[in-house]
């Protein structure tokens, strides 16, 4: 398994990963979670808990970004967008209830909500660049290309793109 990881680590260059438009963005809302959250008091149980939610999605959305970026299957790219856009809709949402647990600076959250929506545009623009044609079927039927059927069966030419050289 470790070797594993050493190939893929050795084949993925993390830094461009950190370079993308919607990698850079993720760190804004980070930064500005990290901020907004350090200001939740320390005997506030709900509010830490809160603030571990909020943090872990982020962490979560930048971590997912550069799985996606990895990988050339378009499945994979696929779930990984998924999991991106349920996070970032639950930091999107998640200032609701900062008030009522006692966050009087609430009001700030705003501004992770505003990144939140910069954010997808650039998802939107970072997923409509994902290659449908590299693709193995998703057996499940859930990340399959439009027009794949869980039960297609992929011809050889069809998965060529698997020889490539990203």
Known sequence: MLSFLLYLISKFNFMECFELPIYKKSQEIF???????????????YLQTI?????????T??????????VSLYDIKMENATIIRKAARDIF???????????SDSKYYHLVRDLIEEFRILFIDWIFGFNP??????????FNPQ?????HIQSDDELDFLDEDE
């Open 31 to 45: 930064d500005v979670l990290e901020t907004i959250t350090s200001l939740f008091p320390d005997d506030n149980d």
């Open 51 to 59: 603030k571990q939610n909020l943090l872990g999605d982020i962490m």
């Open 61 to 70: 959305i930048q971590a997912k970004i550069c799985g996606a970026e990895a």
């Open 93 to 103: 949402v998640g200032g609701n209830t900062l008030e009522y647990f006692g966050f």
């Open 133 to 142: 044609k590299h693709y193995i079927v998703d057996n499940w039927g859930l």
């Open 147 to 151: 027009g794949i059927s869980p039960d």
